[in-house]
Antibody, heavy 123, light 108 residues
């Protein structure tokens, strides 16, 4: 049974960086293509980036390129999303999401999500 | 980049049918997926590949996709269906995962 367990809430000052983790259990991280989606308060879902199995590389949404880095530690089956140069508009819940239950292919949709991590950016 | 447009809100009486649209240029040529999100919770996949339902999702949830509009239909609406709903497609552009603007379903 798969589980994606994310790290706890963070409060950061403008200009700082934040690193959110997503621990996988029930599967190994190498079996999954992990993605990150964020949701600002009262707003919609926004894809930030994730692993593209066809290219074997991590791809980032244009909006976040240069400011986001997604990494994986396969020894602990933990995925990380680091966002730098934080501003108030980055206040949001950050989710890791993947296709693992067999409904979605690795390039279609997300059938399993982490519980979310609230990141608050405030001076 | 590809844009998906949803109505901000839909209101429906219990037992009636709710239809949530998702508009996009020639969306009928793409596979559309739908998520339900209740307050404080992560999204849940309710329809994938236009009209398939994951295990555990009631048959009351159905989907269709043609032309420039995809539709999520919730039949015999229950109070527990009150949530935000998002459509999503995979597009072969620079930002491949695209979400719709979201629709809040209110059960009267």
């Amino acid at each position: 049974q798969v589980q994606l367990v994310q790290s706890g809430a963070e409060v950061k000052k403008p200009g700082a960086s934040v690193k959110v983790s997503c621990k996988v259990s029930g599967y190994t991280l190498t079996e999954l293509s992990m993605h990150w989606v964020r949701q600002a308060p009262g707003k919609g879902l926004e894809w930030m980036g994730g692993f593209d199995p066809e290219d074997g590389e991590t791809i980032y949404a244009q909006k976040f390129q240069g400011r986001v880095t997604m990494t994986e530690d396969t020894s602990t089956d933990t995925a990380y999303m680091e966002l730098s140069s934080l501003r108030s508009e980055d206040t949001a819940v950050y989710y890791c999401a993947t296709a693992v239950l067999g409904y979605c292919s690795s390039t279609s949709c997300f059938d399993y999500w982490g519980q979310g991590t609230l990141v608050t950016v405030s001076s | 980049s590809y844009v998906l447009t949803q109505p901000p809100s839909v209101s429906v009486a219990p037992g009636k049918t709710a239809r949530i649209t998702c508009g996009g240029n020639n969306i009928g040529s793409k596979s559309v997926h739908w998520y339900q999100q209740k307050p404080g919770q992560a999204p849940v996949l309710v329809i994938y590949y236009d009209s398939d339902r994951p295990s555990g999702i009631p048959e009351r949830f159905s989907g269709s996709n043609s032309g420039n509009t995809a539709t999520l239909t919730i039949s015999r609406v229950e109070a527990g269906d009150e949530a935000d709903y998002y459509c999503q497609v995979w597009d072969s552009s620079s930002d491949p995962y695209v979400f719709g603007t979201g629709t809040k379903v209110t059960v009267l």
